[in-house]
């Protein structure tokens, strides 16, 4: 028997949901499923305490049966459970989109450090060919439901709202401020220009674009709430001005 067969043929016992026969391997067995479980539950609190113990229990026991962990620290567990619920629950969408968010928000918080710009440096910033640079935390995924309101409401112990569709498709942005991980569910305009400055287009460029689709007032205007919220969220990391070429 080859070495990859026997390690294959190990962790099947590991995940099998028959206890095998042999004493010693069904105590490590039980062992390593709860270890997996504990830190699920662990990293998706607040999808427990939406979907209750008995039902996260299920979906853990699913989880740990597809996806076997792979990095080097349990930490790292957990990528691919929101997947796990979408099969489970597929008429429940805001289920997944929470364990979405709350796994992003984990990831957030052991994203690499950067110090963001303070929002009083705006003023001294030539706006016209500046490019941005976010913090390496940000992240983004699409949103339909009011999951961000339900996890907002579970973390500060009041009574979640009842599920719901978004009146249109949103996007959840996911970083870190200093050491708390944040959220805000955010428009497709905003999730636009963020895309467009973070592959690079200055800022007269947004400012261009958002003009053409609002007109001159209304655009100009959602550009610089925009930015300002940037700062003040701690989002922006770098801000890089070109010099304007001799004449």
């Not at 968010?101 to 963001?116: G, H, Q």
């Not at 569709?165 to 996007?171: E, G, I, R, S, V």
């Not at 674009?209 to 550009?223: P, Q």
Request: aromatic share 8%; net charge negative; charged share 20%.
């Amino acid at each position: 028997m080859s070495l990859l067969t026997l390690q294959r043929d190990f962790h099947r016992s590991l995940v099998d949901t028959v206890t095998p026969d042999d004493g010693g391997l069904a105590i490590y067995q039980n062992a390593y499923r709860v270890q997996l479980s504990d830190c699920l539950a662990e990293t998706f609190a607040r999808t427990l305490a939406w979907i209750g113990g008995e039902a996260f229990a299920d979906a853990a026991r699913n989880q740990i049966e597809r996806t076997p962990p792979d990095g080097w620290t349990l930490g790292d567990y957990g990528a691919g459970f929101d997947a796990t619920l979408a099969t489970l629950y597929p008429d429940d969408p805001e289920i997944a989109e929470l364990a979405q968010i709350e796994w992003m928000l984990s990831r957030a918080f052991e994203s690499e450090n950067a110090d963001a710009i303070v929002s009083n440096a705006i003023s001294s910033i030539h706006w016209e060919t500046a490019t941005l640079t976010f913090v390496p935390s940000l992240r983004t995924t699409p949103t339909l439901t009011n999951a961000s309101a339900i996890l907002v409401a579970l973390a500060t112990d009041e009574q979640p709202p009842a599920a719901e569709m978004l009146p249109a498709p949103a996007t959840t942005l996911v970083w870190r401020q200093e050491f708390t991980p944040c959220f805000r569910t955010i428009e497709t305009t905003e999730h636009e220009a963020i895309k467009m400055m973070a592959a690079g287009a200055d800022f007269a460029t947004l400012c261009e674009m958002l003009v053409e689709a609002r007109g001159e007032t209304e655009g100009l205007m959602l550009a610089g709430t925009m930015l300002g919220q940037w700062f003040a969220d701690g989002l922006v990391y770098n801000a890089d001005t070109k010099d304007f070429p001799c004449a």
